[in-house]
Structure formats: structure tokens, C-alpha cells
């Protein structure tokens, strides 16, 4: 699994934690590094590439670059999945169809919400409108698997524009979305505003009702945000909650791969000099590697095999109605996805 990061974007989102930069001007030094990295990589096997951000459309040509670099490098193992992160207003049939011809055969765009003053509130660049061109442009580029990202309890977002949005969703019917609840974290812009925001409660009911109307549409719950058609899952994505590795490529990309984690610093500047490559690199031991498989696996519905390791975390769990065992699986209750956050923790070692 290969993940490239593209750091910049148009305008950064006030709710965004990612490491991005808006100043374009370094582009050019930036995907030299980039492709020069890559490079290092030259003969090593994948079967998913993922290019996120920031927002990786937002370089145009300078995209392309990129992905021809991925081509000429790595060796693809099967019928292998290509994913392209895209923002509405960012992407046009010209380039999607470059980017269809160069061997991206996935399109995932961060719509968030189709009220445009939900949109307004969350910081992005786009509107309503931008997001039903750029689905027409990705499906007249041939595209057939495509994902929409949602974002719920959000600024001023009510249960009748969030069913407003799904109507929205419902008329373009993608294969797949994505829907996240709002996280504030420190450091935003928005931990330091006063948010008008959905109450707890809401935010629950909000998080069913979207699950009921993705699932009437033939979108069924393949993990806690995630929801797809059959046979659209993102098979990175699953990647990384059944613990495979991954090789995180560009500044501030993670890397988990021959039983460590380690990352690319988070500064375009020393990236760009070559420097800042692998650092905070952390030995795995395989007590940690199975915690984290339990902490990850369970995200997904169909959860993780169970051979009675770590009862002293899980029959607790179990009791309490958070987990249940089923068909030699462990998995979340309905309760327990409720709290998901609560359940994981308890796998955090001691």
C-alpha cells in the first residue's frame, strides 16, 4: 500500500488538522522531492495507491507529474486500486480524463454537505452547485468507482439539511461515502470559536439516519464511516484497519512497514532539501501489533477473528454490551459503535 501526500490546497479549511499549506509557490521544488522520493521506492510491489491531502487536484498538471512518476516506479500487483483525493471547483473532465488515462481508476471528493451555508461555515471554497459539476465531470471521464465525503453534526446542520444532503447524494448515487461526524481539534480554527453545534444526542441520530438512507440505497455499513455498494470498498482504506503496511510518501506522510512506524516531517521546507525523511521511527512489538489489529479491526463491521487473546480488555467489554461474539468474530454492538472511541481505548497497552 503506497500513500502520497500533496500538501497544498486553495484555501484551508477551518476544521482541518491535516498538514496543508496554501502557498502554491513552492509546487514545483515540492513534487521534484516528491518524485525524487518516490524514486527511492523504484521496484517495490502494491496493489493500492492513494494520493491525498491538501488537495492533490489543486496542482492540475503538476498532478500528473506525480502520478507518472508512481507509474514508472512501483510495480502493481493485480488489478490495482488508484485513488485520487478531489475538492469540487478543483477538478474538470479535462484533467479527470488525464487522470483516467495515466491509470487513477478511483475519485474520492470531499463534498461535506450540499447547504451552502453549511459549506460557508465549515471554510470551504465550493458550493453546492461545484459538487454536482464535479460528479458530472468524474462520471463522464469514465469513471465508475467514486466516493462522496459527508461531514456530520456540523456547524448550523439540522436533520432537514442533512436530509437534504442525502437527497443530493441520492441523485448523483455514487458507489461509495464516506460520513464522518465533526471532530474539533486543538490547534483549528475552530477550537478557538464559539460553534453553534449539534447536541450529542443529535449528532447519534444524525449518524443512524444518514446509515437508514445510504442503506435503502443499496450503501451498506462496511465500517464505522464508510459505506458502500458491493464490491466498492476501499480497499486501501481496509488496508489500514486489517494492519497492513503502507509506505506514506511526501512531507508529514506516515509509514508503517517491517514492523515499525515512522514519518516524513511535516515541513515542506526541509522535505523540499531532502531532509526530515523517517523520523520518529518506533519498533512495533507484537503485543502492540495485535492491540492495534483489535483497535483498527473493529471499526470494520465484520470486526476481527477471536481465539480468546486479551480477555482481560474483552470480557469486560463483552458485559458491558459493548462488543459480542459472533461466529468466531469480535465485533462492535450497536451500543458499543456508540462509543467506539471508549471501546478502542481499553486496547491502548498498560
Known amino acids: 500500500m503506497i500513500y502520497i501526500h500533496i500538501p497544498f490546497c486553495v484555501r484551508k479549511c477551518l476544521y482541518c488538522d491535516f498538514y496543508s499549506i496554501t502557498d502554491k509557490g513552492k509546487s514545483a521544488p515540492y513534487i521534484k522531492a516528491l518524485k525524487d522520493e518516490i524514486a527511492s521506492f523504484k521496484g517495490m510491489h502494491t496493489s493500492t495507491v492513494y494520493i491525498g491531502g491538501g488537495t492533490p487536484t489543486a496542482l492540475g ?5 506525480v502520478i507518472d512518476a508512481v507509474n514508472e516506479s512501483f510495480v502493481f500487483d493485480g ?7 478531489a475538492n469540487p471547483g478543483t477538478v474538470n473532465e479535462e484533467l479527470l480524463k488525464k487522470l483516467r488515462g495515466k491509470g487513477v481508476n478511483r475519485i474520492s471528493l470531499g463534498a461535506q454537505s450540499f447547504n451552502d451555508n453549511e459549506l460557508a461555515a465549515l471554510g470551504r471554497i465550493h458550493t453546492a452547485s ?5 460528479c458530472d465531470a468524474i462520471k463522464s471521464a469514465g469513471f465508475e468507482n467514486f466516493s462522496i465525503d459527508l461531514m456530520l453534526a456540523t456547524p448550523y446542520q439540522s436533520m432537514e439539511s442533512l436530509s437534504y444532503s442525502l437527497d443530493c447524494v441520492e441523485k448523483i448515487s455514487p458507489p461509495h461515502v464516506s460520513a464522518y461526524s465533526l471532530i474539533v481539534e486543538e490547534g483549528t480554527p475552530f477550537y478557538d470559536m464559539q460553534l453553534n453545534l449539534p447536541d450529542e444526542d443529535t449528532e447519534r441520530q444524525m449518524y443512524y439516519y444518514t446509515t437508514q438512507r445510504l442503506h435503502k440505497n443499496g450503501l451498506y455499513r462496511y465500517e464505522i464511516s464508510n459505506f458502500a455498494k458491493k464490491g466498492y470498498e476501499s480497499r486501501h ?13 511526501g512531507a508529514g506522510a506516515h509509514s508503517y ?13 526541509r522535505y523540499i532539501l531532502g531532509e526530515g525523511r523517517k523520523e520518529d521511527y518506533t519498533q512495533i ?5 495485535k492491540l492495534e489489529l483489535f483497535m483498527l479491526g473493529l471499526r470494520m463491521t465484520e470486526g476481527v477473528l477471536y481465539n480468546g ?8 467489554l463483552i458485559e458491558k454490551g459493548l462488543l459480542k461474539l459472533q461466529g468466531g468474530r469480535l465485533m462492535l454492538t450497536d451500543r458499543g459503535t456508540d462509543c467506539a472511541n471508549l471501546v478502542f481505548m481499553e486496547f491502548l497497552d498498560d
Not at 130 to 134: E, L, P, R, V
Not at 237 to 249: A, S, V
Not at 309 to 316: L, Q, R, S, Y
Open 79 to 85: 488489478d490495482v486500486e488508484f485513488t485520487v483525493e
Open 61 to 65: 498538471e503538476g498532478l500528473v507529474e
Open 130 to 134: 461545484d459538487i454536482f459539476h464535479s
Open 237 to 249: 482504506n481496509c488496508g489500514y484497519w486489517k494492519d497492513c503496511e503502507y509506505i506514506g510518501i
Open 257 to 269: 512497514f517491517g514492523g515499525a512506524r515512522f514519518c516524513n516531517a511535516p515541513d515542506i521546507e
Open 285 to 289: 512489538s507484537e503485543r502492540e501489533r
Open 309 to 316: 487473546e486479551f480477555k482481560d480488555k474483552v470480557n469486560p
